[in-house]
């Protein structure tokens, strides 16, 4: 037995690896400001020229070596390029990073689309979520439960790490697909 090896971890699963999305700085925040009239969503364009909100890659399951960074179309447009069931929406919301299946998972609608949102109770933010523009469901951003029905969002698992060459205070963004437990 390898003394390296423990008996109790199962070896990483295929597709469960880790991949840069960009720098923290690449994603500029979406949803509503203070000085904005409108929420700014994942087509539309942020405070730089030719900056997305957000960014969607399709993924294979089985290698994510092959990932391929996709275009969001501006406006209303919802032609998304390829299969939405191996895509991941990724976007920064109130100063954290979000990656989510970029499918709804009740009407398999685009939520590149979708409105990010603050989940309160009487004034206190309790978690955020999104809304699918579709049918207007709701959905936790940590946790992927929806407000109706027991469908569930999957949530990626996200890492900030110190990036290369970059500067001291910007991150590289790292996700990757939640390991299933069990």
């Given at each position: 037995m390898n003394v390296f090896s423990n008996p109790f971890r199962a070896p990483s699963r295929?597709?469960?690896?880790?991949?840069?999305?960009?720098?923290?700085?690449?994603?500029?925040?979406?949803?509503?400001d203070e000085n904005e009239t409108e929420p700014?969503?994942?087509g539309n364009r942020g405070e730089e020229k030719g900056t997305p909100g957000c960014k969607v890659f399709h993924v294979?399951?089985?290698d994510t070596t092959q990932?391929?960074?996709?275009?969001?179309p501006a406006g209303d447009d919802v032609d998304i390029p390829g299969d939405l069931t191996d895509q991941v929406l990724v976007f920064q919301f109130r100063g954290k990073?979000?990656?989510?299946?970029h499918q709804c998972p009740h009407s398999s609608y685009p939520l590149s689309q979708g409105i990010p949102f603050d989940i309160e109770d009487f004034g206190v933010v309790l978690s955020a979520g999104l809304t699918c523009p579709k049918h207007n469901w709701s959905f936790d951003l940590f946790s992927g439960r929806s407000d109706r029905g027991n469908y569930k969002l999957k949530v990626w698992e996200v890492q900030l790490r110190d990036a290369?060459?970059?500067?001291?205070?910007?991150?590289?963004?790292?996700?990757?697909r939640k390991p299933r437990i069990g």
């Open positions: 295929t597709g469960a690896d880790w991949f840069p999305v960009g720098l923290a700085s690449s994603f500029p925040e979406v949803g509503s700014r969503l994942c294979p399951k089985t990932r391929t960074e996709l275009e969001i990073i979000h990656a989510i299946d290369e060459g970059g500067t001291d205070n910007d991150k590289e963004v790292w996700v990757r």
